[in-house]
């Protein structure tokens, strides 16, 4: 059976690699604004770039294939000897800066450092230099008789990966999101609780927008979850919570946004009540839609798309793996309840993806309602294979390739997702694995 063409239903090439150690499990996939390019941090501190081939009449298929462009290591395990505490390589996350020249760039986040990284090819090197010779050692001025004029002459290409800018010292806590301004000037960064603003330019200061730290931390109630700018006003941000709620916060209302412009939280239904209703409420990602209107989040069990101009109540929610409700308490013995899955727009606004166990990952088409479970694995990864839409059942009659809620494997999660900004492509991280999924049926369509 084929998947809607609203959805990404065929493969192109799996980029997969085999697991040597956890430094290779995939930690943040990330397109840049055009697409053409796909960046992928791990566990180990490296970053993997594939770019996008360029489409060739011969080979049709290869249209939306990814291959490895560069490989760099961005951060390496660090000691902070002032708390004794190890500070992990792992890339929580990363964002790309809007393209200013031929050359590419980039922010890559640890716990505690962001980077900032250039891209840049090369294919050609210049050769007679005067006073150098071809191994690049100064020559002896006396040999030196006559002036040439150095010419350039075609290379193999190269990509070159320098770091441009090192941003420390502005967390004591984790940092778990950064996002880049639509002013391409300045970017934020957050930690459990505080949310600072960078200059691109400067990186011995940054400034304190948020604060929620409490005078007593055994006063504290809650801690910032994700953060993200809008994407057409530089002045607006939102931030999500582990109690579930988003605030909206206007820097032109005052230097600290401590006090927020808005506040979005959904009242808690009663007969839900339950011990971990505190733990799956909290919102594990936020993403504003591309129109600026709406705002995605997702917690535990379910996906919500919030109206900026009404607080009270999510239009929208979809329930990602509602069967798991009844299997709260076994998810909180093995820590599964705390995995924080993200969420992603299509480049229309119009469908929804969101990860889940047993490397399902799900999409809701916001304007038929219909959803799909689809699997990434390597059974279904044969390029150009179609995937079938996955089924889990709880109790009674099961068809046949439905899967049984006791049989779900809870160590295979797809906590990473990402969509291309305008194409029905998406790049899916399975523990270590990035698949890329693209819609052949939607884009022959166009």
């Not at 930690?191 to 691109?200: A, G, K, M, V």
């Not at 798309?305 to 607080?311: K, Y």
């Not at 599964?336 to 606004?349: L, R």
Request: net charge negative; aromatic share 8%; charged share 25%.
């Amino acid at each position: 059976m084929q998947a809607s063409p609203h959805y990404p239903s065929n493969v192109s090439e799996p980029c997969s690699e085999e697991i040597s150690s956890g430094a290779d499990i995939i930690s943040t996939v990330e397109f840049n604004h055009t697409g053409e390019l796909l960046a992928t941090g791990d566990k180990g501190g490296r970053v993997v770039i594939f770019q996008r081939e360029p489409e060739s009449k011969n080979e049709p298929h290869n249209q939306g294939e990814y291959n490895v462009y560069s490989t760099f290591q961005s951060h390496e395990p660090e000691f902070d000897y002032l708390k004794s505490l190890e500070i992990e390589e792992k890339i929580n996350k990363i964002k790309w800066l809007p393209q200013q020249n031929a050359a590419h760039s980039l922010l890559s986040t640890n716990d505690k450092t962001i980077k900032l990284w250039k891209i840049t090819e090369r294919d050609k090197r210049p050769e007679g230099y005067n006073l150098k010779d071809e191994e690049g050692k100064l020559k002896d001025l006396s040999t030196v008789t006559s002036l040439q004029v150095p010419k350039l002459k075609p290379m193999d290409l190269m990509v070159e990966v320098t770091p441009r800018r090192i941003f420390a010292n502005g967390h004591t806590y984790h940092v778990n999101s950064i996002s880049v301004n639509s002013d391409c000037e300045t970017y934020m960064s957050a930690d459990d609780l505080r949310i600072n603003l960078w200059h691109l330019a400067i990186t011995d200061r940054s400034f304190n927008i948020v604060d929620i730290k409490p005078a007593n931390m055994e006063d504290l109630t809650e801690v910032i979850t994700a953060s993200e700018f809008h994407p057409h006003h530089c002045n607006l941000f939102v931030y999500s919570s582990s109690k579930g709620s988003l605030r909206l916060c206007d820097m032109r209302a005052s230097a600290l946004c401590d006090k927020h412009s808005k506040l979005f939280e959904e009242p808690e239904d009663p007969s839900n009540r339950s011990f971990f209703s505190e733990i799956i409420s909290s919102v594990s990602d936020v993403k504003f839609s591309h129109s600026g209107r709406y705002m995605l989040t997702r917690d535990y069990l379910t996906v919500k798309v919030w109206d900026l101009n009404m607080e009270t109540k999510p239009i929208e929610t979809y329930q990602v793996h509602d069967y798991l409700r009844s299997k709260l308490c076994s998810l909180y013995e093995n820590d599964c309840i705390f995995d924080k899955f993200e969420c992603a727009w299509n480049g229309s606004d119009s469908v929804i993806m969101t990860g889940a166990y047993n490397n399902f990952f799900r999409m809701f088409d916001r304007n038929t309602k219909r959803d799909v479970t689809l699997e990434a694995s390597r059974e279904s990864s044969k390029p150009r294979a179609i995937l079938k839409p996955r089924r889990v059942c709880v109790g009674g009659k099961r068809r046949k390739d439905d899967i049984s809620v006791d049989s779900l494997d809870f160590t295979k999660k797809i906590l990473h997702t990402a969509w291309h900004p305008t194409e029905n492509i998406i790049a899916i991280a399975a523990t270590n694995n990035l698949y890329i999924f693209q819609d052949k049926v939607n884009s022959e369509m166009h």
